[in-house]
């Protein structure tokens, strides 16, 4: 099983900062990493498939980088709707796995 | 639109059954693979079980394998989660999700959740 290890746990920053969010897999998963954000009470929502494309309608703040083990999710300008909780999840083989999270708190 | 709509969860105790139902509409359902995903409350994601579009291949999750069992009915546009022999454990929000295609199964649309509730 692929392990997928987020960091930081928790990220306190400011509206209009840098968000700059980490996913480390336990052997290489290629390209076949995503990125959801959820809101507490809802469904997780799509951000970034296969590393670096974004799913429809996220705003071009979000992006995602990386490949093999080390992937990051960056957003360029946090607004206040973006202080949320984010999973990176793989595709590579079975089982697919998630990582554990990374809160993005207002500081 | 697309729409998932799950249904099915309750309150069960240690040992029992449930049947989840996951009903979809607003794309075409025989083309996507689908699958579950949980989440305990205050925890993060769980990734369950995922089956392809047409239904002949199924995978779970070592925690659920020998007592989950994923199916759907392309002809229902529904998705099913039979759950057998619930523990504590399994306690959580399941969430049924739409895969990007027929092999890409990063979830674009999600339900809203059902909970499952295993109490003694």
């Known amino acids: 099983e692929i392990v997928l290890t987020q960091s930081p746990a928790t990220l306190s920053l400011s509206p209009g900062e840098r968000a700059t969010l980490s996913c480390r897999a336990s052997?290489?998963?290629?390209?076949?990493l995503a990125w959801y954000q959820q809101k507490p009470g809802q469904a997780p929502r799509l951000l970034i498939y296969?590393?670096?494309n974004r799913a429809t309608g996220i705003p071009a703040r979000f992006s995602g980088s990386g490949s093999g083990t080390d992937f990051t999710l960056t957003i360029s300008s946090l607004e206040p709707e973006d202080f949320e909780v984010y999973y990176c999840?793989?595709?590579?083989?079975?089982?697919?796995?998630f990582g554990g999270g990374t809160k993005v708190e207002i500081k | 639109e697309v729409q998932l709509l799950e249904s099915g969860g309750g309150l069960v105790q240690p040992g029992g059954s449930l049947r989840l139902s996951c009903a979809a509409s607003?794309?075409?359902?025989?083309?996507?693979?689908l699958t579950w995903v949980r989440q305990a409350p205050g925890k993060g994601l769980e990734w369950v079980s995922g089956?392809?579009?047409?239904?002949?291949?199924?995978y779970y999750a070592d925690s659920v394998k020998g007592r989950f069992t994923i199916s759907r009915d392309n002809s229902k546009n529904t998705l099913y989660l039979q759950m057998n022999s619930l523990r504590a454990e399994d306690t959580a929000v399941y969430y049924c999700?739409?895969?990007?295609?027929?092999?890409?199964?990063?979830?674009?649309?999600w339900g809203q959740g059902t909970l499952v509730t295993v109490f003694s």
């Open positions: 052997q290489s998963v290629g390209s076949s």
């Open positions: 999840q793989h595709r590579s083989n079975w089982p697919l796995t």
């Open positions: 999700a739409k895969g990007r295609d027929g092999s890409n199964w990063f979830g674009d649309y």
């Open positions: 089956i392809l579009s047409s239904g002949a291949d199924t």
């Open positions: 296969d590393a670096s």
């Open positions: 607003g794309f075409t359902f025989s083309s996507y693979v």
